[in-house]
């Protein structure tokens, strides 16, 4: 999830350069979906019933429509690496939205400096590349909506936690996110029409390529795990992907585009990894 997750910051930047926003993301929820329905469907598996299919709405609402759609309008005025950064304030959202619920994780000491720590490391990471541009009312508009992607993801989170303790915890993990990718997409796709977002659709070899990696890779890789981390692993460490993508990000600028790698960065990273022990220990 971390590796795939941390790449397509890079690939959301490339697709808006002909797709819009709302049309960009919702075509790639909905061609996700519906190619993991398919297969499932091939393979025999058994689909949520119509039950189900509120629940499941909700969480792609507020997951991919508010969680994803709102990071995909960020970046139209905010640098990708900023944006990640921005969105790294996720685990902060999502622990303590958690903690506030009646049946959710205490929120101890130790984590709160794990989440503290792991943060500063984050912005030690990108602080020399963090400019703020005369963008100006675009740009906190961007950064807002980076805050309210943070939210929808959070409280997805935590309602697809508690979902998965009841009787959906016997549900096929690939068949839930399969429909919460055609929910989630039907949002935006429809919010994109509303917003006329078809008079500036259109798809170059470059920006559908970015549009393929995402579909593929971005979603049904990414977005899968992160379904099944859901399930299985504690709302702190789901949270911590939020940490590792800005790393994987800083180590293909030194692989692919040759971008520097100091003493600095290794500081930075040893930094965040501190902040992710503490905030993973679920002891004290």
């Known amino acids: ?74 970046e139209q005025t905010v640098p990708s690496g900023l944006t990640a950064v921005l969105v790294a304030t996720s685990p902060f959202w999502m622990v303590g939205i958690d903690a506030l619920m009646a049946d959710g994780e205490r929120l101890t000491a130790r984590r709160v400096l794990g989440l503290v720590i792991g943060f500063s490391g984050i912005v030690m990471l990108v602080w020399p590349q963090i400019r703020v541009g005369e963008g100006g009312r675009a740009f906190l508009g961007g950064v807002i909506a980076a805050q309210i992607a943070c939210v929808g993801w959070a409280i997805g989170s935590a309602y697809a936690r508690r979902r998965g303790r009841g009787h959906a915890k016997h549900e096929n993990v690939l068949a839930t996110a399969a429909f919460e990718m055609l929910f989630g997409g039907v949002f935006l796709l429809v919010a994109g029409l509303a917003m006329h977002e078809t008079a500036r659709l259109a798809f170059t070899p470059r920006t559908s390529g970015a549009l393929a990696y995402l579909i593929v890779f971005g979603a049904i890789g990414g977005f899968t795990a992160y379904a099944y981390a859901l399930k299985y692993l504690p709302i702190a460490t789901v949270s911590l992907y939020a940490y590792v993508n800005p790393i994987i990000a800083v180590i293909l600028g030194t692989l692919v585009l040759k971008e520097p790698f100091n003493a600095r960065m290794v500081l930075a990273a040893a930094v965040v990894f501190g902040g992710m022990v503490l905030v993973k220990d679920t002891g004290s």
């Open 1 to 74: 999830m971390c590796l795939i997750w941390g790449t397509t910051y890079l690939a959301i930047r490339i697709a808006l350069e002909t797709i819009p926003p709302l049309l960009m993301a919702g075509i790639r929820w909905i061609v996700a979906g519906g190619l993991l329905v398919a297969i499932l469907k091939l393979g025999g598996e058994r689909l949520p019933s119509p039950r189900a299919w509120p629940s499941l709405a909700v969480l792609g609402v507020l997951l991919l429509g508010f969680g994803n759609g709102a990071v995909v309008w960020a």
